[in-house]
């Protein structure tokens, strides 16, 4: 009787032991569920993926194998900040806010608009810089100002889905007066400008200089198509981490940080 009592006694203490393990694991992964509840998600662990379109100078573009840029070095910054390692995807411009939301990239830059109807699809952050979309023609153009465009009956260039797309659209296509030919690339759009194709292409006011100077026989009309206002966009799902990023860009715009990169990329005049 004296063996089995003490063989019982030591079953007994084993069970408590196993038991008292259980509930210590089970609430040490109830404490990294919470803590981890409370910080902001991203698509890989310590990863900051962001989704561009690199054909987009000043803003993005390919130095060497490297994305660069406005918009790269302020991501950059951005990340460097959160404590996290900045990774860039190069993808169509129209491929953005899919990335977006379907959670392949973290934020999309990419001298991205605030507009009404993207704001349907994902959130933005405080705009970081301010945009000017202007009309490249040739030297011998019968437009010579913008007010031409509204007198219809041209075919205007664009990069599918920015903003010069939709303008166009909403201005000039949807009303009937012009034709709109879309192309994946704004150096796609101006090379049918050079061969003839089409009239003119609306776009950024800092590429437009870079594809101005790299051929010859264009010009820039001297009025602006539309000013805008540059932001980064976000999964409507990740709350935790647009207003981290936010308040991390916030930061960077107070202490003259974006500006200084901004400055370094763009003149004053």
């Not at 003490?6 to 990294?32: G, I, P, R, Y």
């Not at 030919?181 to 200089?209: H, M, Q």
């Not at 870079?210 to 976000?234: K, P, Q, R, S, W």
């Amino acid at each position: 009787m004296t063996k089995m009592k003490k063989l019982l006694a030591l079953l007994l203490a084993l069970v408590m032991v196993f038991a008292l393990a259980a509930c210590s694991s089970s609430s040490t992964e109830d404490a990294a569920e919470e803590t981890s509840s409370e910080e902001f998600t991203t698509a890989t662990e310590g990863v900051l993926t962001m989704a561009t379109n690199a054909e987009f100078p000043p803003y993005e573009y390919y130095e060497n194998d490297a994305v660069t840029g406005i918009d790269a070095e302020i991501a950059a910054a951005i990340a460097e900040k959160l404590g996290l390692e900045l990774v860039i995807e190069d993808m169509a411009f129209d491929s953005i806010i899919a990335a977006v939301t379907s959670g392949k990239a973290d934020m999309g830059m990419a001298g991205m608009t605030i507009t009404d109807d993207r704001l349907e699809s994902v959130d933005f952050s405080e705009p970081y810089a301010t945009g000017v979309q202007v009309v490249i023609v040739p030297e011998d153009s019968a437009i010579t100002s913008v007010d031409d465009l509204f007198e219809g009956g041209y075919t205007i260039g664009v990069q599918t889905s920015t903003t010069g797309d939709l303008y166009a659209t909403w201005d000039l296509e949807d009303t009937g007066l012009c034709t709109v030919e879309r192309y994946n690339r704004g150096a796609d759009a101006v090379a049918a400008l050079t061969s003839g194709k089409i009239d003119c292409v609306i776009i950024d006011n800092e590429p437009a200089k870079a594809f101005v100077e790299a051929n010859e026989g264009l010009i820039i009309l001297d009025t602006a198509y539309t000013e805008e206002e540059y932001a980064i966009c976000f999964s409507k799902d990740n709350t935790e981490l647009s207003e981290a990023v936010n308040q991390a860009l916030i930061e960077l715009i107070e202490d003259g940080t974006v500006q200084s990169i901004i400055d370094k990329y763009i003149s004053a005049d």
